[in-house]
């Protein structure tokens, strides 16, 4: 009797095993995953053979690898990838996956093994700031016009200051927010002819139209000065303007 083939598992079976890849500082196994939800968010938008890369690695790294990306995970932490590694062989699968174990904002900005084009960037590694912000830094150009840039723990102030800006630009659109996880989609590629495009950026526009009124209310009142001297000079000049 022939055997019966095994049906590659999917996300589900992620959401049901609940895999604990992290430790607490004492050295006990926890599990720090993101949402069930953003998980099978991952799993849904991603397709087999997509360049796909995060910082930090976990159920997501796995909900990458069960879409069956071409995956990178930027992690120092050697442990989590041998236990990523071991589950998804326990599972099943044979993963896409490259570990990056080093920093982020340390090894993405010199490392050769990143691929030119991304379709899904997800930020999730080093909280403190700006290490958030660098990671988009060096992560963003690489994404294809239509891929997506996920962002977990916005809530986090480190974390805010990037998800506000990625909120007030045009070039991306929010694609679905999962309590503090959101996802952006890249809808173009910025070509500023400015060295220092900062007051086209949606983050500053307050302030730059707060700016301006300013510079032109000083504007008005220089021109205007010598009308009100002429029409007041006691006001203005003071015993200087009498006869």
């Not at 159920?59 to 995970?73: E, K, M, N, P, Q």
């Not at 990523?84 to 080093?102: M, N, V």
């Not at 093994?113 to 992560?139: K, M, N, R, S």
């Amino acid at each position: 009797m022939p055997s019966q083939l095994k049906e590659k598992p999917t996300i589900e079976r992620l959401v049901k095993d609940r895999p604990q890849f992290h430790v607490k500082p004492d050295g006990s196994p926890v599990s720090w995953a993101v949402n069930v939800d953003v998980v099978r968010f991952i799993y849904e938008n991603v397709k087999p053979d997509m360049a796909t890369l995060e910082t930090g690695s976990g159920h997501s790294t796995v909900a990458f690898a069960l879409a069956g990306a071409r995956h990178i995970a930027v992690t120092p932490s050697e442990p989590e990838g041998r236990k990523i590694l071991k589950y998804c062989a326990d599972i099943g699968i044979q993963p896409h996956i490259r570990f990056l174990h080093e920093q982020s904002d340390l090894i993405l900005p010199r490392s050769d093994e990143i691929p030119p084009e991304l379709d899904f960037v997800f930020i999730d590694g080093a909280h403190y700031f700006p290490v958030p912000c660098i990671d988009f830094h060096y992560t963003a150009p690489r994404l294809k016009v239509g891929g997506i840039m996920g962002v977990d723990d916005i809530f986090m102030p480190s974390v805010r200051i990037l998800y506000d800006f990625l909120c007030a630009e045009d070039d991306w659109e929010l694609v679905r927010q999962i309590r503090d996880t959101a996802f952006f989609r890249q809808r173009r590629k910025r070509n500023s002819q400015s060295s220092d495009p900062w007051a086209t950026q949606g983050i500053n526009k307050a302030f730059w139209q707060r700016k301006l009124k300013r510079e032109r209310s000083r504007w008005r009142w220089a021109v205007r000065l010598p009308i009100r001297i002429l029409k007041n000079p006691r006001r203005y000049l003071g015993r200087r303007g009498q006869a």
